[in-house]
């Protein structure tokens, strides 16, 4: 049974067929969706599901990289909503090293290796000193691991909202009261 033409919905019966994206086509029709140029036994992309000529996929497809801002070819690699060749998607940071396929963290539109962003990046917390990598409690000017942001006096953790300041340190409503 002959098939029909995906384009002009003809047969495809003595008119050498096309068969690409799991369509056929009459050969005259096997056109770019852009140019509309006949593609025939050439090279073709893809988008939409449609056929595209090398040269539009390569002037209206191809994403330009962000970084050295020229069109990427291959082996791009996307994050935070933007595009970089894999050997431009680099670590800000001191090392500069490739960051492809590994965790990452970002900071003002800029991408860091683990270890740089806490070494350069990272708010540093104000009771043990380390990089705060997930959540933090602000307080007294600073920012604290919540397990840090504990009372001077019994140095147990002050975990609901209320404290004192003394010396410019947390102290709990507990060690207060008893003060009283």
């Known amino acids: 049974m002959p098939e029909k033409c995906f384009s002009c919905k003809e047969t495809t019966e003595g008119k050498q067929p096309v068969k690409a994206l799991g369509k056929t086509w009459c050969h005259a029709h096997f056109q770019c969706k852009d140019c509309k140029v006949v593609i025939g036994d050439s090279t073709f992309k893809e ?3 449609l056929p595209v000529c090398l040269k539009c996929y390569q002037d209206k497809y191809v994403p330009f990289c962000v970084k ?7 082996n791009a690699v996307s994050a935070l909503e933007k595009t970089w060749h894999r050997k431009c998607f680099v670590c800000n940071g001191l090392c500069k090293k490739p960051l ?5 963290f970002e900071r003002d539109g800029n991408v860091y290796c683990k270890s740089d962003f806490e070494k350069v990046v990272a708010d540093k917390c104000a009771g043990c000193k380390a990089p705060i990598m997930k959540s ?9 691991h919540p397990d840090c942001f504990k009372c001077k006096k019994c140095k147990k953790t002050i975990d609901d909202e209320s404290f004192y300041v003394e010396g410019s340190k947390p102290v709990c409503a507990k060690c207060i009261e008893q003060k009283k």
Do not use: R, Y
């Open 47 to 49: 988008k939409e599901n």
């Open 68 to 74: 050295c801002k020229e069109k990427i070819m291959e």
């Open 100 to 104: 492809g396929g590994q965790t990452f």
């Open 136 to 144: 933090a409690i602000t307080a007294l000017q600073a920012k604290w």
